[in-house]
């Protein structure tokens, strides 16, 4: 297998395999409020908290910066929770529209920068010591912006059966997408409490 379609399976792993349910909970969390006519807006989000984390990959692969792996498995899940808070300010939908969307794409970049040093250290496994990382951390970015992709249009989709097709509410739809990664997310941060 070449270093493209290896490190591009890695990055659709990180998001699709059962071992990935801290990722797509912040997916989850991140979809929570929009709907299919909103899919360009989510994906610009999605595509903001890839970047957010390609930039910390790098940076922790190439030695610049490194963190401690218990203080980042602790904040992935504080990231979670902190978003799916922050949604559920949106159960009074008459703000859903007045929010500010640069916001959000601000905070999904921040909160990738924290998921990428996630990653980083699986990367740097998989890396040779004489390997460049241009492709692999390339083509990793590819399969997990592929995964993520794959799992907010999932979304959306149900979204536009239940919600927009079913009538159900709109309201109980943000709440179940938010609550659910929001209760995880609090016993995955209580778990992975540094010592």
Known sequence: MNDFSLFFTEGWNHIMSKDALDHQLFIIS??????????????????????????????????????????VEFLIPITILLTSIYDLKYLDLSKIEQRNI??????????????GMGFANSIRQMLASDQTIGIPLLSFNLGLEAGQVVLILLILMVAQLLVVN??????????????????????????????
């Open 30 to 71: 991140l979809a929570a409020l929009f709907l299919w006519k909103d899919k360009k807006r989510v994906l610009i989000l999605v595509t903001a908290f890839t970047i957010g984390h390609t930039l910390t990959l790098a940076l922790s692969v190439y030695d610049v910066i490194r963190f401690s792996t218990s203080w």
């Open 102 to 115: 640069r916001f959000n794409y601000i905070i999904a970049l921040s909160f990738g920068l924290i998921h």
């Open 166 to 195: 079913m009538k159900l509410s709109r309201k109980v739809w943000i709440f179940v997408l938010s609550a659910i990664p929001l209760i995880l997310s609090f016993q995955m941060a209580i778990n992975r409490i540094p010592v």
